[in-house]
């Protein structure tokens, strides 16, 4: 008897599968505007942030497009077997800062309590990086060492696993448009005053001190990601 594996969704992926049968099985033709963000999410009974990632994914494989002022529109599905993609783009962005607040300002508590000089001399050379980085290559690359580095200086291999398995999250295509559309990139000076916090208090060796001032930062970051609505409100078109 022939079984089939299970394959276990995330929910955005299960929400934009249910919009591409819809476009493939001609309910959502060419050129249809599609509702606006919240009202889908009302309609699915899903949050906005699973629409938006659901929308991103469906623009990433081709099946809508977003006209800035205008509205997502459903375009003409490629492929002749109306075959629709999986839409596994990885793990949810929101979800991934959510996992990064909880868990990373006990990191940075914990490299207050632990942190060495050497630690110490690691996390300002990077940070130094960080605020001469021409790029937004180089950018990411020292961000992540950054992280990374004081996840060391805390003492807990488990805890360096945990931080180098969520940067892999974030390096999906579904983070990098997400972080496109709402502007996340273009935040710099903000997000380097609160690497320069994070460090000043682990270097202080002052848990609370650490702790909050990564909170502070990751908070940042999941308020900017909340900031994009509706795209007619004026988004970039994501890369492709």
Known sequence: MPFQAIETQRLYQQVAQQVAGLIHGGELGPGERLPPERDLARRLGVSRPTVREAMIALEIAGLVEVRVGSGIYVRQPNGADGAAPSFDEGPSPYEIVDARLMIEPLIAADAARNATAADDAAI???????????????????????????????????????????????????????ADRTGLPEIRAITLADHRAIATGIRARDPGEA??????????????????ADPPAGSAATRR
């Open 211 to 228: 702790a909050e001032a990564m909170r502070a930062h990751l908070a940042q970051v999941r308020k900017v990601l909340d900031t994009t």
């Open 124 to 178: 300002a050379s990077t940070l130094a990086e960080l605020e001469a980085a021409g790029t937004r290559e180089l950018r990411e690359a020292a961000d992540r060492r950054f992280h990374t580095l004081i996840a060391r200086a805390a003492g807990n291999s488990v805890m360096v696993t945990f931080v180098e398995s969520l940067w892999a999250g974030m390096s999906s295509t579904l983070f990098a448009a997400l």
